[in-house]
C-alpha cells in the first residue's frame, strides 16, 4: 500500500465530489488490529499539507459500559449494536455533516471515569472528515459516505495485534477469551451481513 498514491486518489475524489457545500466523508473501515489507526494518522499528515483535515475516532463516542455490558443480550451484540448509540450518532453527525452543519455536538467518552460528556467541534464546509471505526459501512451509516477504504489484514495478523495492544483487558489467556465472547462473533456478524470488503470503494491491505 503505497501511502502517497491513497492521497492522491483521495484528493481526486475531493475534487471532483459534487457536493462542494459541505465537508467530504471518508470512511477508514476495518477490523480490530487491521491498522485503521495508523493509516488515519498517516492520511492526516499527508493530506493536510492540501487541505483542511478533521479526524473523528468512532471509539470517542461509544456510550457508558451500562448501556453494553450486562445489558441481557449475547455479549457479540451488545458490541455491534449497543457500542454505540446509532441513532444518536446518526442524527448529530452524519446527518447534520450532510446538511453542511458546522458545528457537531457530540458525546465523547471519558473512560478513566466511565462518562459521556458532549462537546462541539467545528467542522469547516471545504474540508476532509477522515472517520476511523469498526462497522463504519452498517446500513444505518453506509450511504452517508463519499468514499470508503476497508483496511484488510490477515487475522493471524491482527489476532496477534490485538493480544499484545488490549492489555488493559488483563493477561493473553483474558484478552482471547473477551475476544473469543464479544468482539470477534460481533466481527463475523459485520462481515456476514454487511460485506464491507466488498462494497468498500477501496481495500488496502494493513501496514505493519
Not at 71 to 91: A, M, P, R, S
Not at 131 to 140: D, P, T, V
Request: aromatic share 12%; proline share 3%; charged share 30%.
Amino acid at each position: 500500500m503505497d501511502i502517497h498514491e491513497i492521497k492522491e486518489e483521495i484528493l481526486n475524489q475531493f475534487h471532483d465530489c459534487p457536493n462542494k457545500n459541505r465537508a467530504y466523508l471518508l470512511g477508514i473501515d476495518g477490523l480490530s488490529g487491521a491498522g485503521k489507526t495508523t493509516l488515519v494518522n498517516q492520511l492526516e499528515s499527508e493530506l493536510s499539507n492540501s487541505c483542511n483535515v478533521v479526524v473523528i475516532h468512532m471509539d470517542d463516542h461509544i456510550v457508558e459500559r451500562k448501556e453494553r455490558y450486562h445489558t441481557g443480550y449475547e455479549e457479540w451484540y451488545e458490541y455491534y449494536f449497543l457500542q454505540w448509540n446509532i441513532d444518536l450518532l446518526t442524527e448529530e453527525l452524519f446527518k447534520k455533516v450532510e446538511q453542511n452543519d458546522t458545528n457537531l455536538t457530540l458525546p465523547f467518552y471519558e473512560k478513566s471515569v466511565d462518562q459521556v460528556a458532549n462537546k462541539t467541534i467545528f467542522i469547516n464546509p471545504n474540508s476532509i472528515i477522515l472517520m476511523e471505526g469498526i462497522f463504519l459501512q452498517r446500513k444505518e451509516w453506509k450511504s452517508y459516505f463519499d468514499y470508503t477504504i476497508f483496511v484488510d489484514c490477515p487475522r493471524e495478523k491482527r489476532y496477534e495485534r490485538v493480544l499484545k495492544r488490549d492489555k488493559y483487558i488483563g493477561d493473553r489467556q483474558a484478552i482471547q477469551d473477551k475476544y473469543i465472547r464479544r468482539y470477534w462473533p460481533g466481527e463475523r456478524y459485520y462481515l456476514e451481513n454487511e460485506d464491507p470488503v466488498n462494497t468498500a470503494d477501496k481495500v488496502c491491505t494493513c501496514i505493519e
